[in-house]
């Protein structure tokens, strides 16, 4: 295990015959994008672009000079035009002439609203006065990994100088705000030449004077940049040398997905979390490292990174050489509980008099030797975004502690970038969760209308969810549509067939290992089939059992597992059938597997009450669109049953219901949902039917 050199530079990807059609505004945005696509160059959402462009004012109809700067939020790689904030750049200078000083720096944030121009509703950012006061057209920040490194290192000056002479300078450690941007001016006036500035602890600000200049200097730093450091460490062991050996891939992601639950447990007591897991090389190199112990302590120095990561993770007691995953679970509570208390100690050694109320003391990343790294988040999205983060804290760690010694920010000063006012406030402004943030889904028969229709309705409320399917097929094509609807973190799709005891284990694991465990089972999967008793094959009668019975009881056997594990409730869903109250005509293998289905639910209502988990029960009946239930011989079969012919079937179960009204997968979904929320958070062993009325099928 040890550095070498690969080479592999950032390519200049300006296309000038593109961006000569480009107004200066678009230049920016084009060169945020570009930047923004390479995460060598900066973490998502990390860093901002700016430049200086002459507009014309809406009210006077003169040339004024604009800021535009990317806004509050955003990413620069994915953002549009409507992310970047616009300021008069005449009255930033006027801010110059109300600023108090350093304890009063943040109140110049509340000014910087009334520089606003043509009403732009997009907030302007704390780092506006770093890119308002260079006085250059163009400035780039970013977080480079390569440029943290040399930026975290203990003599990170001395650094910067032996890589870029006068080119680039540098500037001690100082939190983000007004200050800064007055130390960053004075230097660029005190330094016509230089092209740029190291800042301690942070990153990276460029400029020039055209958009493409300033991005060509930004590649050239951090090109330079990673090639002094590809040189400096070539032929070095990585992290001082292996110490503990990664396992293999297959054994990694099993003990990830053990683990998982259990972690999630103990730290969603609160609020409910979902995980990420990532066992890539430069994670694998870092957590079974010598340097593990030293440099896992010291936490991040990127603000970006610790606001993402918190101020350090949590390494959980493992020894890959001599595996004992039962000896590690059982220490997890001690560990969650000893990082909550050093956090609430952490909070209280450097807490100001109007600092906000300690946060969630949870960690966010959890480090695995042999295994990788397990992090955790409100949502999956965060809870990836984290880990990418701290992969970067990683590539930093090991830049630094390849050519010199790595630091940390000091205490006090991440505690008050972490507890910051604004940062307090941006997080104040927030919406509010909704109704299943956090939760985890997993819907069998997923591919289906009904199981569709309730994946989409659980999606549009914040859950995560695995669809589970026998048809591999449909099963992808289902998947791709809600990933390209609600983002490829929220939702996965897993071949499953409910009958197999080991393929609805694994299906089990996956959710655990993608998302971090379970909260809502939807058991959904079925078939049907119509046959006079006396014409009903023994093969028949155990296909109904197998699917719509024992599939129910398997993977209601495994949701309990891990919800037990976990130990913060859940819900179980069976979509049963108005047939399980009911009796049809030619149907007796279909109605008692269905019956089956009512009362294991009501079984496991009883068994699970104790523990929070609520069973419950939605019963369908003629649900014909979308259902893959009657692609078929049902289909025909029912029609022969009630002597009529498919297009006169949906018609006539509309006509026997007592609303008169068909009964689509979106209803069905509707009750579904309303057990997996908090709506029924006091019902179990309940029975919902959706069929627009059956006075057979009343309950009581």
Not at 26 to 41: A, F, M, P
Not at 176 to 185: I, M, R, S, V
Request: proline letters at 4%; a negative charge.
């Amino acid at each position: 295990m040890t550095q070498s050199g690969t080479g592999n530079r950032l390519e200049n990807l300006w296309d000038e015959a593109k961006a000569a059609s480009f107004s200066e505004s678009e230049k920016l945005l084009y060169r945020s994008n570009l930047l923004g696509s390479d995460k060598r160059v900066t973490n998502y959402g990390g860093g901002n672009t700016s430049a200086k462009v002459m507009e014309t004012d809406p009210l006077t109809g003169e040339a004024v000079e604009v800021l535009w700067v990317k806004g509050s939020g955003g990413d620069i790689g994915s953002m549009k035009m409507d992310a970047f904030a616009t300021l008069y750049m005449a009255k930033l200078e006027a801010l110059k002439g109300k600023y108090r000083g350093l304890e009063h720096e943040d109140e110049m944030v509340g000014y910087l609203p009334h520089c606003t121009f043509n009403l732009n509703p997009r907030a302007a950012s704390i780092d506006t006065p770093l890119h308002a006061y260079v006085p250059r057209k163009h400035v780039d920040h970013v977080h480079s990994d390569a440029i943290i490194a040399i930026a975290a290192s203990e003599n990170s000056r001395e650094l910067t100088a032996e890589i870029f002479g006068d080119e680039i300078g540098w500037l001690p450690w100082k939190r983000p705000g007004f200050e800064l941007g007055l130390w960053l001016e004075n230097f660029a006036k005190e330094n016509p030449e230089a092209k740029g500035a190291v800042l301690e602890s942070h990153g990276l600000f460029t400029w020039g004077d055209t958009a493409e200049e300033c991005y060509q200097s930004t590649l050239d730093v951090i090109n330079k940049a990673a090639a002094w450091l590809e040189a400096k460490t070539e032929g070095k062991p990585v992290f001082g040398g292996e110490k503990l050996p990664a396992l293999p891939a297959d054994e990694r992601r099993e003990i990830a997905a053990k683990l998982m639950p259990v972690i999630r447990g103990l730290i969603s007591k609160d609020r409910h979390k979902v995980g990420h897991f990532d066992d890539q090389q430069a994670v694998l190199e870092f957590v079974g490292s010598n340097m593990l112990d030293d440099l896992a302590p010291l936490g991040t120095s990127c603000p970006d990174h610790f606001l993402r990561t918190k101020i350090r993770p949590l390494v959980i007691d493992f020894d890959p050489a001599n595996p004992d995953l039962d000896a590690t679970i059982a220490s997890l509570p001690d560990a969650v509980a000893s990082y909550r208390e050093d956090y609430a100690a952490y909070y209280d050694r450097c807490k100001h008099p109007d600092s906000p109320a300690l946060r969630d003391p949870n960690a966010v990343v959890y480090l695995i030797p042999g295994v990788g790294m397990i992090t955790f988040a409100l949502d999956k999205a965060t809870a990836r975004i984290s880990g990418e983060f701290y992969v970067n804290a990683i590539n930093v760690m090991r830049g630094a502690s390849g050519v010199s010694t790595y630091q940390g920010l000091p205490e006090q000063e991440a505690f008050d970038i972490e507890y910051w006012l604004l940062e307090e406030a941006k997080l104040q402004r927030m919406p509010k969760p909704k109704s299943l943030a956090g939760r985890i889904a997993l819907v069998t028969g997923g591919a289906g209308g009904i199981g569709a229709a309730t994946a989409e309705r659980m999606l549009r409320e914040g859950a995560c969810v695995m669809l589970a399917d026998i048809d591999a097929g449909a099963l992808d094509e289902v998947t791709k549509g809600f990933a390209a609807r609600h983002g490829a973190d929220v939702v996965r799709g897993v071949q499953m067939n409910v009958t197999d005891e080991d393929q609805v284990a694994r299906a089990f694991a996956e959710t655990a290992l993608e998302f971090g465990g379970i909260d809502i089972l939807v058991s959904n999967a079925g078939i049907a089939s119509s046959a006079p008793v006396e014409e009903t094959s023994l093969e028949l009668w155990n296909k109904n059992m197998d699917i719509l019975s024992t599939g129910y009881f398997l993977v209601s056997r495994e949701t309990f597992r891990i919800l037990r594990t976990q130990d913060i409730g859940g819900s179980v869903i069976f979509v049963a059938s108005k047939n399980g109250l009911a009796a049809s005509p030619n149907a007796s293998a279909y109605c008692t597997a269905k019956a089956s289905e009512i009362h294991l639910a009501r079984c496991l209502a009883l068994e699970g009450a104790e523990a929070g988990i609520r069973v419950n029960v939605v019963n369908p009946d003629a649900v014909l669109r979308g259902s893959k239930i009657w692609d078929g011989d049902w289909l025909d079969q029912r029609a022969s049953t009630y002597k009529t012919d498919k297009e006169g079937l949906e018609e006539m179960y509309r006509q026997r219901s007592m609303l008169k009204r068909s009964v689509l997968p979106a209803d069905i979904a509707e009750g579904i949902y309303f057990f997996a929320s908090d709506l029924s958070a006091k019902s179990t062993g309940n029975i919902i039917n959706v069929d627009a009325g059956n006075v057979q099928a009343f309950t009581r």
